[in-house]
C-alpha cells in the first residue's frame, strides 16, 4: 500500500489512470485510518465500560476526570510534536520523514516525563478518591504519547497499516491488564492497566519504525517548528482544555455522578466517534496531498468530508434512538438510564463538529495556522459557555444542548476562515517556508 502511495505523488494528476491510481491510494489510506481508530475506539470503549460497569457511576466519574486530562495532556503533545510532522512531512521522502519521525517523537516523550511528573505530585498532594487517579495518569503519561506519536509518524508517511498493528498489539495488551485491574478494584489501578497496554504498543513503535526516539532533540524540533507549533498548541489545548473545564465545571454545578452521565452519552457515540477519529488521522495528511497535486479541488474534497460526516453522525443517532433500555441497561449499567436522556443533543453536538472537520483539515493542510487558531479559540469558548450555561440552566442534559448549539454554530465560523484562506492562497501562494522539508539533523 506503501508503493501506491509513492506512485501517487510523482503520477501526472491529469491523466485518468494516474486520477485512478491516486482514488485508490486515497481509498486504502482512509481504510487503515479507519480501521486503526476502529481498534482504539472498541479498546476504549471497553475500558470505558468495564470502569463503568466495575465501579459504579461516582467512580467512573473520576476515572473520567482523570480521561479528559490526559485528551489535554494529548492535545499538547499533538500540537508541539505530530500536528507539524503531518503538515510537513506527509509524503515526503524517507530519510526526511526518519529524521522529522525521531525528533517528534522524543518531543512527545518530553512532554510526557513533564507533565506525567506534574500529575504524579499534584496527585499524591490531593488524596481522597481524585488524587490516586492523578498521580496513576502521571506514571503512565511518557507510554500514552509516545504510542499515539508513532501512530500520527506512521500515517504521515502512508504505512496506516503499522499503526493498525500497533494500537492492535495495545488492545490485546490490555486485556490481561484490566482482569488484573478489576482484581484491585480501584480507580488507579485501571489507569495503571490502561497506560501499562499503551507502554507496550508504544516499546514496539520503535521496533516497527526502526527508529529511536530523540528526547534530545525535541528543542530543535521546537525551534524549527515553532511558526506551526505553538499556534497548533494553543489550539489543541484549546479543544481539550474546554472539554476539560466544561467537565469540570459540570461536576461542581451538577456533581461527579453527572461528569459519568456525560461520559456515558459519548460512549454511546462510540463507532460514530470511530469514524470520526479514525478520518481524523488521514484527513491533514491527504489535504495536504490534494493542495500539492490538485489545489482547485481542496475546496470540494473538505466539503465532501464535512457532509458526509455530518449525515453519518445523524444516522447514527437515529439508531441509538431505536435501542430498547434493556440492550442499553446490559451495555452501560445503571448509567444507561440518565445517559439516553443525552442522545438527541450529543448526537447534534458531532454532527456540528463534523460540519467543521474538513474547514479544519484545509486550513492545516494550508498551513494557515493563525485563521485555524482564530476559529477554534472561537469554538472553545462556545464549548465552555454553551456547556456549563445549559449545566446551569438544565443539568446534564442543559449541558448537551448548550454543546450542540455553540458546535453548530462554530462550524460556520470553521467555513469562513477556509474561504478566507483559500482566497488568499490563489491570490499569493505560500512561501517555501510554510511547506518546507528540513533535512534530518
Same mark, same amino acid.
Given at each position: 500500500?506503501?508503493?501506491? #502511495?509513492?506512485?501517487?505523488?510523482?503520477?501526472? =494528476?491529469?491523466?485518468?489512470?494516474?486520477?485512478?491510481?491516486?482514488?485508490?491510494?486515497?481509498? #486504502?489510506?482512509?481504510?487503515?485510518?479507519? @480501521?486503526?481508530?476502529?481498534?482504539?475506539?472498541?479498546?476504549?470503549?471497553? $475500558?470505558?465500560?468495564?470502569?463503568?460497569?466495575?465501579?459504579?457511576? &461516582?467512580?467512573?466519574?473520576?476515572?473520567?476526570?482523570?480521561?479528559?486530562?490526559?485528551?489535554?495532556?494529548?492535545?499538547?503533545?499533538?500540537?508541539?510534536? &505530530?500536528? %507539524?510532522?503531518?503538515?510537513?512531512?506527509?509524503?515526503?521522502?524517507?530519510?526526511?520523514?526518519?529524521?522529522?519521525?525521531?525528533?517528534?517523537?522524543?518531543?512527545?516523550?518530553?512532554?510526557?516525563?513533564?507533565?506525567?511528573?506534574?500529575?504524579?505530585?499534584?496527585?499524591?498532594?490531593?488524596?481522597?478518591?481524585?488524587? %490516586?487517579?492523578?498521580?496513576?495518569?502521571?506514571?503512565?503519561? =511518557?507510554?500514552?504519547?509516545?504510542?499515539?506519536?508513532?501512530? +500520527?509518524?506512521?500515517?504521515?508517511? !502512508?504505512? !496506516?497499516?503499522?499503526?493498525?498493528?500497533?494500537?492492535?498489539?495495545?488492545?490485546?495488551?490490555?486485556?490481561?491488564?484490566?482482569?488484573?485491574?478489576?482484581?484491585? !478494584?480501584?480507580?488507579?489501578?485501571?489507569?495503571?492497566? *490502561?497506560?501499562?497496554?499503551?507502554?507496550?504498543?508504544?516499546?514496539? /513503535?520503535?521496533?516497527?519504525?526502526?527508529?529511536?526516539?530523540?528526547?534530545?532533540?525535541?528543542?530543535? *524540533?521546537?525551534?524549527?517548528?515553532?511558526?506551526?507549533?505553538?499556534? +497548533?498548541?494553543?489550539?489543541?489545548?484549546?479543544?481539550?482544555?474546554?472539554?476539560?473545564?466544561?467537565?469540570?465545571?459540570?461536576?461542581?454545578? $451538577? /456533581? $461527579?455522578?453527572?461528569?459519568?452521565?456525560?461520559?456515558?452519552?459519548?460512549?454511546?457515540?462510540?463507532?460514530?466517534?470511530?469514524?470520526?477519529?479514525?478520518?481524523?488521522?488521514?484527513?491533514?495528511?491527504?489535504?495536504?496531498?490534494?493542495?500539492?497535486? @490538485? %489545489?482547485?479541488?481542496?475546496?470540494?474534497?473538505?466539503?465532501?468530508?464535512?457532509?458526509?460526516?455530518?449525515?453519518?453522525?445523524?444516522?447514527?443517532?437515529?439508531?441509538?434512538?431505536?435501542?430498547?433500555?434493556?440492550?442499553?441497561?446490559?451495555?452501560?449499567?445503571?448509567?444507561?438510564?440518565?445517559?439516553?436522556?443525552?442522545?438527541?443533543? @450529543?448526537?447534534?453536538?458531532?454532527?456540528?463538529? #463534523?460540519? #467543521?472537520?474538513?474547514?479544519?483539515?484545509?486550513?492545516?493542510?494550508?498551513?494557515?495556522?493563525?485563521?485555524?487558531?482564530?476559529?477554534?479559540?472561537?469554538?472553545?469558548?462556545? +464549548?465552555? /459557555?454553551? !456547556?456549563?450555561?445549559?449545566?446551569? @440552566?438544565?443539568?446534564?442534559?442543559?449541558?448537551?444542548?448548550?454543546?450542540?448549539?455553540?458546535?453548530?454554530?462554530?462550524?460556520?465560523?470553521?467555513?469562513?476562515?477556509?474561504?478566507?484562506?483559500?482566497?488568499?492562497?490563489?491570490?499569493?501562494?505560500?512561501?517555501?517556508?510554510?511547506?518546507?522539508?528540513?533535512?534530518?539533523?
Amino acid at each position: 500500500m506503501s508503493a501506491e #502511495g509513492e506512485k501517487t505523488t510523482t503520477a501526472d =494528476p491529469a491523466g485518468p489512470a494516474a486520477g485512478r491510481t491516486a482514488k485508490r491510494a486515497m481509498a #486504502g489510506r482512509l481504510s487503515w485510518g479507519l @480501521a486503526d481508530q476502529a481498534v482504539c475506539s472498541m479498546t476504549n470503549f471497553a $475500558v470505558g465500560i468495564y470502569v463503568a460497569r466495575s465501579l459504579g457511576l &461516582t467512580a467512573f466519574g473520576v476515572f473520567s476526570l482523570a480521561w479528559v486530562t490526559y485528551g489535554v495532556v494529548l492535545s499538547v503533545s499533538r500540537g508541539i510534536a &505530530t500536528d %507539524p510532522l503531518v503538515v510537513r512531512f506527509s509524503g515526503v521522502p524517507d530519510a526526511s520523514w526518519r529524521g522529522a519521525a525521531a525528533r517528534s517523537s522524543g518531543t512527545a516523550l518530553v512532554v510526557g516525563g513533564a507533565i506525567g511528573l506534574v500529575c504524579l505530585v499534584v496527585g499524591l498532594g490531593l488524596g481522597g478518591r481524585v488524587g %490516586p487517579a492523578f498521580a496513576a495518569l502521571g506514571v503512565v503519561l =511518557p507510554g500514552l504519547l509516545l504510542q499515539d506519536a508513532w501512530r +500520527y509518524s506512521f500515517f504521515a508517511a !502512508g504505512t !496506516g497499516r503499522k499503526a493498525c498493528v500497533n494500537d492492535l498489539l495495545g488492545a490485546l495488551a490490555l486485556v490481561p491488564a484490566l482482569l488484573v485491574a478489576a482484581r484491585v !478494584g480501584s480507580v488507579e489501578a485501571f489507569v495503571l492497566a *490502561w497506560g501499562a497496554a499503551a507502554a507496550v504498543a508504544a516499546g514496539y /513503535g520503535c521496533f516497527q519504525s526502526g527508529i529511536r526516539p530523540r528526547p534530545d532533540r525535541a528543542r530543535a *524540533w521546537l525551534r524549527e517548528q515553532r511558526d506551526l507549533g505553538y499556534r +497548533y498548541l494553543v489550539e489543541n489545548v484549546g479543544v481539550s482544555g474546554a472539554s476539560q473545564l466544561r467537565a469540570y465545571g459540570l461536576g461542581a454545578i $451538577v /456533581g $461527579v455522578s453527572a461528569v459519568g452521565v456525560v461520559r456515558g452519552a459519548e460512549l454511546l457515540l462510540g463507532p460514530f466517534l470511530a469514524l470520526l477519529m479514525g478520518l481524523s488521522l488521514v484527513t491533514v495528511p491527504e489535504a495536504a496531498r490534494v493542495l500539492r497535486q @490538485a %489545489p482547485h479541488r481542496l475546496a470540494k474534497f473538505c466539503l465532501m468530508l464535512s457532509g458526509g460526516l455530518a449525515a453519518a453522525a445523524l444516522l447514527w443517532g437515529v439508531a441509538l434512538l431505536l435501542v430498547p433500555d434493556r440492550a442499553g441497561e446490559l451495555v452501560l449499567g445503571d448509567v444507561w438510564g440518565s445517559a439516553s436522556d443525552l442522545i438527541v443533543p @450529543a448526537v447534534l453536538g458531532v454532527a456540528g463538529s #463534523g460540519l #467543521g472537520i474538513g474547514a479544519a483539515a484545509g486550513l492545516r493542510a494550508l498551513a494557515a495556522a493563525r485563521r485555524s487558531l482564530r476559529a477554534q479559540l472561537f469554538a472553545s469558548a462556545c +464549548y465552555v /459557555g454553551g !456547556g456549563l450555561g445549559g449545566a446551569a @440552566a438544565g443539568g446534564a442534559v442543559g449541558s448537551a444542548w448548550g454543546v450542540a448549539a455553540a458546535t453548530l454554530s462554530s462550524s460556520a465560523v470553521w467555513w469562513l476562515q477556509l474561504r478566507s484562506a483559500l482566497r488568499e492562497h490563489h491570490q499569493s501562494p505560500p512561501r517555501a517556508s510554510t511547506t518546507r522539508t528540513p533535512s534530518p539533523k
